[in-house]
């Protein structure tokens, strides 16, 4: 986020609300303008650039298209730790950057000791509140506490050791990361019902002879991708010497996927519960997702179709009854 580049941004407002086209535009620009001159404006940049910049490394590890899943874990609790330094001890230094730049912009800076007082809202309703104890609190505290919130869900510890255990089958740099332990550990933890206890046993004895063949097989030896991996004991039919190994691999390869589906639901749960769909009850709300998100696949249904299935489920309701 490049702050620097907010007095050009300013200076275009300023024109186009001066030489606007259209009252539009005037008012469009003279509006955008008085925000962005405005301390609000400018703390809240100089949080987000803050939090933005903690987390940057961590968003880039995880947007690679050849993902190092071991190294990108390894990143989250550093990012953890350092946003929650922001929020202890932050506050001195980013009130200065803010003051600095309001200084260099012309921005008026409010008296933080002043009584702060909301508009819109009845002075005998508001709590008595400082102007630093508002920013501070109910904009950088929260701020920041939203974005641990969200690192904390979706980087739990049960999410981190799954992660990182299934590493232990990644082909990459002649199989360095390979591990036994580590591959029955995640069986028994994470996929207890996709093995029986016979099968665990079997794998463990797959694993053994697993290691000391495959990655010395010429056309495995320098599989990059645990993807890579396992077209290539398919082609090398491997995958019927060690079956196990070749169904925990394919197990392995849809977290990404379950991943990818579960950011799907949530983005398209935004667009599609509005303030006029906020009573929607949960079975309808998700059949709706459904229908919204694999469209592909309702673009085959026919209205013929739908009525039919209709019809069908009045005549099986009136055959309970």
């Known amino acids: 986020m490049q702050i620097d580049k907010n007095g050009a941004t300013c ?9 606007g086209c259209t009252y539009s535009q005037h008012g469009d620009a003279a509006f955008s303008f008085k925000l962005i001159m ?94 630093e104890h508002h920013y501070r609190v109910d904009i950088s505290t929260v701020i920041i506490d939203q974005q641990l919130q969200e690192l904390n869900n979706r980087f739990n510890e049960q999410a981190i050791e799954l992660l990182k255990l299934s590493t232990a089958l990644d082909p990459r740099n002649s199989y ?45 030896k320098s599989m990059s991708s645990i993807a890579d991996l396992c077209q290539g004991l398919v082609e090398t039919g491997k995958s019927t010497i060690y079956p196990l190994v070749d169904r925990l691999i394919r197990l392995i390869l849809t977290l990404p996927v379950s991943t990818a589906t579960t950011e799907r639901a949530f983005s398209a749960m935004k ?41 069908s489920m009045k005549e099986r309701r009136a055959q309970l009854k």
């Open 11 to 19: 200076l275009v407002l300023e024109n186009i609300a001066l030489n």
């Open 176 to 220: 360095k990361l390979f591990n036994v332990e580590d591959i029955c550990l995640l069986v028994d933890k994470f996929y207890p019902q996709d093995f029986s206890d016979q099968e665990k046993i079997h794998l463990r004895l797959q694993l053994q002879h697993y290691e000391l063949d495959v990655p010395n097989h010429p056309k495995l």
């Open 271 to 311: 667009i599609v519960k509005t303030r006029l769909r906020n009573q929607m009850e949960d079975d309808f709300l998700a059949n709706y997702l459904i229908v919204y998100m694999e469209k592909k696949i309702v673009e085959r249904f026919t209205i013929d179709m739908i009525i039919d299935d209709f019809y």
């Open 38 to 131: 405005s301390f609000d404006s400018a703390f809240i940049l100089h949080i987000m650039k803050d939090v933005m910049r903690i987390t940057g490394m961590l968003c880039q590890a995880l947007q690679q298209k050849s993902q190092d899943i071991l190294n990108a874990m390894h990143l989250v609790t550093p990012t953890k730790t350092l946003i929650q330094k922001l929020r202890d001890d932050g506050w001195k230094t980013l009130l200065e950057e803010v003051t600095s730049f309001c200084k260099h912009q012309d921005i008026e800076v409010p008296d933080m000791d002043a009584c702060f007082s909301s508009v819109g809202r009845s002075r005998r309703k508001q709590k008595s509140v400082t102007v």
